[in-house]
Nanobody
Framework: QVQLVESGGGMVQPGGSLRLSCVAS????????INWVRQVPGKGPEWVSR????????EYSDSVKGRFTVSRDNVKHIVYLQMNNLKPEDTARYYC??????????WGQGTQVTVSS
């Protein structure tokens, strides 16, 4: 079955950096675009970024463009999200999801990112 395991979250001060990882298994990884989605308790999920199957096309929400970078390793079946210049409004639980990302039953447990001074 589809399994996505996120890691790398933590607490960081504003302006800091974190790198999230998403290890995938149970499906043909190289055939799927992979998304990062974040969610704050009490709010709906917010799409953050997507990387195409081969990694040649990346997309970002306006709120993170220029600060976050998504990449993938199709040999190791890992997707990364490098997050720089973090802001308090980036505080959320981050999930990775294969296309289409709106099937939350496939999401992993997520990794918590807290940006606070």
């Amino acid at each position: 079955q589809v399994q996505l395991v996120e890691s790398g979250g933590g607490m960081v001060q504003p302006g800091g950096s974190l790198r999230l990882s998403c290890v995938a298994s149970g499906f043909a990884f190289g055939h799927y675009g992979i998304n990062w989605v974040r969610q704050v308790p009490g709010k709906g999920p917010e799409w953050v970024s997507r990387i195409s199957t081969g990694g040649g096309k990346t997309e970002y929400s306006d709120s993170v463009k220029g600060r976050f970078t998504v990449s993938r390793d199709n040999v190791k079946h890992i997707v990364y999200l490098q997050m720089n210049n973090l802001k308090p409004e980036d505080t959320a639980r981050y999930y990775c999801a294969r296309d289409p990302y709106n099937d939350s039953s496939e999401w992993g447990q997520g990794t918590q990112v807290t940006v606070s001074s």
